[in-house]
């Protein structure tokens, strides 16, 4: 977390060749029901930047540790410059961190079985990386039993790395700025806060509103792979399993007091949204997943969402930073902008109600 990046009215910042540009422009006071619009004074003091990835799963020992990538390589290392430029960073965990042993899931053949399990020596690689909060709430948390989420869980706490969305870990705060932020996180999956579950959605971002500046809500949701990057405002179903109704999910959590929703689980692009003045990503595709992923396509493209936020959690504008992935995995810049094509022409198929201005250069606001 780096908490030095300046910020002014109208600002460029320069990454790797990269200009960032965000442009002066009106934002809404935190009103959950009625929004005023009104100006305000753009600084380093008055925003929070927020950097969210989707799935993260830096290699597997199991079924065998040719699923790892090569001694020394540090797959997060390309995207560092942006993963460090935020006050907050956030990904979804996608498997348990644990050496050796746990209880396998049921598997046909544990050969070919999709289950993860990684080395305890990449949460090191995550903190450098910069990241503050992880997501649990996923199915393949759940790979290795309670052994696996326990393991996970100690890592985690021990490296400082906050993560929210078992039932033995609700929801986690850190202070930035002086300003208390709060996230939890949802899956349809044993174990997790259950997507469907709207009573305790609204307990718990309720909860968290009522002592946080700003809340993020995680999830896990919808159906998978590279014919469902569309969002069906519906309820999803993928192999007889309920994977939630994401678009009503992102409205009630905000009606509770959420400010920012992340969603993933799909391994694809998503259109985003923006309701009451707070900002929803439906799906943030495959962004760090080496060796047992489809990475073909649009399954190798994912969004590295810049955000900044009022105080209160207001959305401000953001910025689209296209990745892909090469080879078995591991994310470097793309100079083709897949994400960015994915996300501007998704939304506004998805939500052509919806008034998002998105340039070329991935910086984009909502009138």
Not at 65 to 85: A, I
Not at 87 to 95: A, S
Request: a neutral charge.
């Amino acid at each position: 977390m780096n908490n030095t990046m300046k910020i002014s009215i109208i600002s460029v910042v320069v990454l790797t060749g990269l200009a960032v540009v965000f442009l002066p422009f009106k934002m809404k006071a935190k009103e959950k029901v009625v929004q005023q619009v009104k100006e305000v004074s753009l600084s380093e003091d008055t925003l929070i930047t927020l950097v969210a990835v989707g799935d993260i799963m830096m290699g597997s020992n199991f079924p065998s540790s040719n699923y790892l990538p090569r001694e020394g390589v540090e797959l997060l290392k390309p995207m560092h410059e942006f993963l460090q430029m935020a006050d907050v960073t956030f990904g979804n965990l996608e498997g348990t961190i644990l050496n050796e042993g746990g209880r396998l899931k049921k598997c046909s053949d544990s050969t070919k079985c999709y289950a993860f399990r990684q080395p305890e020596y990449f949460v090191p690689q995550l903190k450098n990386a910069g990241f503050d909060f992880l997501s649990v709430a996923n199915n393949h948390m759940g790979d290795f039993g309670e052994e696996g989420r326990t393991n996970t869980q100690r890592v985690l706490k021990e490296a400082g790395i906050r993560f929210a969305g078992l039932e033995s870990c609700p929801w986690d705060t850190l202070t930035v700025k002086g300003v208390k932020i709060g996230m939890t996180a949802f899956a349809p999956n044993t174990a997790c806060l259950q997507i469907t579950d709207f009573t305790t959605l609204k307990k718990v971002v309720g909860h968290l509103d009522s002592i946080c500046d700003i809340v993020i809500v995680s999830f896990h949701g919808g159906a998978e792979g590279s014919s469902r990057t569309h969002i069906t405002r519906d309820t999803e179903i993928f192999y007889e399993e309920n994977r939630g109704n994401v678009y009503e999910f992102a409205r009630i959590a905000i009606d509770a007091g959420a400010d920012v929703i992340l969603g993933h689980g799909p391994h694809v692009t998503r259109a985003i949204d923006y309701y009451k003045g707070r900002f929803i990503t439906y799906s943030m595709g495959n962004f760090c997943t080496y060796a047992r992923f489809n990475l073909s396509g649009v399954n190798g493209v994912a969004p590295l969402f810049v955000l900044r936020l009022q105080k209160d959690g207001t959305f401000v504008d953001g910025k689209v930073v296209s990745t892909k992935q090469l080879g078995e995995g591991g994310p470097v810049l793309d100079a083709a902008k897949g994400a960015l094509k994915q996300v501007s022409s998704l939304t506004k198929t998805d939500l052509p109600e919806l008034k998002l201005q998105i340039k070329d250069d991935g910086s984009f606001y909502f009138n």
